[in-house]
């Protein structure tokens, strides 16, 4: 029973296919297993925060990263790469559309009707947007989420300045171009969320040259979207352990290495 409700937990992060930052999500779904164990926690939504110049050292000629400077946003704090409901894509999306974006023209997806303070801020805190990110975002993964797109990325913008501001944000910005271990990012992580919240995180990183650099955290979450009374230590606490991965890494800094 337990192999078989292993086998069914999912995983999520980054594979080769789609052209902007999400085109590693199908291939980490198949290698990043959350169960509820512990306190009996059920992972219901993952948050994927990315390290972009380590995502960015292998995508050079993307937008998003070929503009990359040092005191950009992006250059010292995770940015958001989307907020993902379990084992849920393209609810109620058109045939049509769904074609439109596996092909990986994201900017050829219908645009988002956003308020101006929200596309201005995701516009800082996902650079992917540069590539059309936003929009296929809200097409394989909001459109799941239940509310409209406004409440959508208002609530992983929430999520996100969270993860920035706590103890695992200041870790990252104040280690740049060293590496980082599992057990520090776990400690950060339990420092600012709490007990066990370090077992439900997962680091991605790539091999770049001889360097193995972080490129990504996904935290899983237990909750609804919603922008009222937003807790990333609250939505960790429910969820369900994960491995972690990836044991240690280098924390990018911008510009090619």
């Known amino acids: 029973m337990v192999l078989a409700w292993l086998l069914i937990a999912f995983g999520l992060f980054f594979p080769a296919g ?26 219901q939504l993952i948050l994927a925060a990315s390290w972009q110049p380590g995502f960015c050292e292998r995508r050079r ?47 050829d997806l219908p645009a988002l009707s956003l308020s101006p303070d929200t596309a201005a801020s995701l516009a800082q805190k996902m650079p992917g947007m540069q590539s059309g990110l936003d929009r296929h975002e809200w097409v394989k993964h909001g459109s799941c989420s239940g509310v ?52 439900r995180v997962k680091m991605r990183c790539n091999k770049d040259g001889d360097r193995r650099i972080i490129t990504e955290l996904t935290i899983g979450l237990n909750g609804t979207v919603s922008t009222e009374n937003v807790s990333l230590a609250a939505m960790i606490a429910g969820a369900g352990k994960t491995k972690f991965d990836c044991p240690e890494g280098i924390v990018d800094a911008a510009g090619f290495q």
Do not use: M
């Not at 789609?18 to 992972?43: I, L, M, N, V, Y």
């Open 18 to 43: 789609a052209t902007a930052q999400d085109d590693s999500q199908d291939a980490a779904a198949k290698t990043q297993e959350q169960a509820a164990t512990g306190r009996k926690g059920r992972t």
């Open 148 to 199: 409209d797109a406004e409440t959508y990325f208002r609530t992983s913008l929430l999520l996100l300045e969270q993860l920035n501001a706590s103890a695992v944000g200041t870790l990252f910005a104040d280690n740049i171009g060293k590496p980082l271990t599992e057990a520090a990012i776990k400690q950060a992580f339990e420092q600012s969320f709490g007990d066990g919240a370090g077992d």
């Open 61 to 107: 000629k993307k937008p998003e990263c070929a503009s990359q400077t040092a005191d950009r946003f992006d250059a010292s704090r995770f940015s958001l790469h989307g907020l993902w409901r379990i084992r849920k894509t393209y609810c109620d999306v058109s045939a049509e559309l769904q074609l439109a974006d596996k092909k990986g023209d994201w900017k």
